[in-house]
């Protein structure tokens, strides 16, 4: 039986990397969108151009009611969900003393909320099939923090949190639960570091090179396909943290 995957923030960046790869492999995959209608169109017409079939689904992920609307088409599509990738994110720059209450709601219902209330919205299917696989996107900012990124540090750190304390609660209803923690990617998030960033970056990577979608997508894959791995922040960050 085919399996079916949502990937939360599938239109661009690392999740549309992950859509593409899932779908590619025969998983039935559900893009989620938010604003970017238009790249989530062009994402599955681009599929469809190699005979695979993706649906798209519009749903703020830090709205509970949005969230279920999403999760019912998907049960009452295909009856069940196998995989979770809670991919969905916003960044922040700014000075801590900078940061405004709306600033830090706002980060935190994006970044953390929604990673809790689509799983939440999601996981009783996965105990009723006594089966599933969660994976959610973090970042190296959750393990070492980054200047001027507070708000989107401490979100990124409660998302391996939560993925430590919910691997322990379902692991015997056979539901692993994984963060893959990004480094600096080449992704629109980052699209606004200048040439000599990048340079800069490079130089302080051992691998001495920036990481694309499809490092993490891959990285996706193999926690979908492993049956050990659980509880677990994979760093893909091409050495530039070592833990």
Do not use: H
Request: proline fraction near 1%; charged fraction near 25%.
């Amino acid at each position: 039986m085919e399996r079916v995957a949502i990937v939360t923030g599938g239109s661009r960046g690392i999740g549309r990397a992950i859509v593409e790869r899932l779908a590619q492999k025969g998983i039935k995959v559900i893009a989620n969108y938010n604003k970017s209608q238009e790249k989530a169109i062009e994402l599955k017409e681009k599929l469809e151009k190699e005979n695979i079939i993706i649906d798209i689904f519009q749903a703020d992920v830090s709205k509970r009611a949005e969230v279920k609307k999403m999760i019912d088409y998907v049960i009452k599509k295909y009856g069940k969900i196998d995989i979770l990738i809670n991919n969905a994110g916003i960044n922040q720059e700014k000075m801590f003393q900078d940061i405004t209450d709306e600033d830090w709601d706002n980060v935190m219902k994006v970044n953390l909320y929604s990673v809790f209330c689509t799983t939440q919205e999601t996981i009783k299917y996965m105990l009723k099939q006594k089966e599933g696989c969660i994976i959610n996107i973090s970042s190296i900012y959750g393990i070492n923090g980054g200047s001027c990124a507070v708000a989107y540090s401490a979100t990124k750190a409660g998302i391996d949190g939560i993925t430590k304390a919910l691997a322990k609660e379902v692991g015997p209803s056979n539901i692993r639960v994984n963060s893959i923690a990004p480094g600096c990617m080449n992704t629109d998030m980052n699209a606004y570091l200048t040439k000599e960033e990048w340079e800069e970056i490079k130089k302080e990577t051992p691998l001495e090179k920036i990481g694309e979608g499809i490092d993490i997508a891959k990285c996706v894959e193999w926690l979908i396909e492993d049956n050990f791995t659980t509880g677990q922040v994979i760093s893909i960050n091409g050495g530039f943290v070592i833990t």
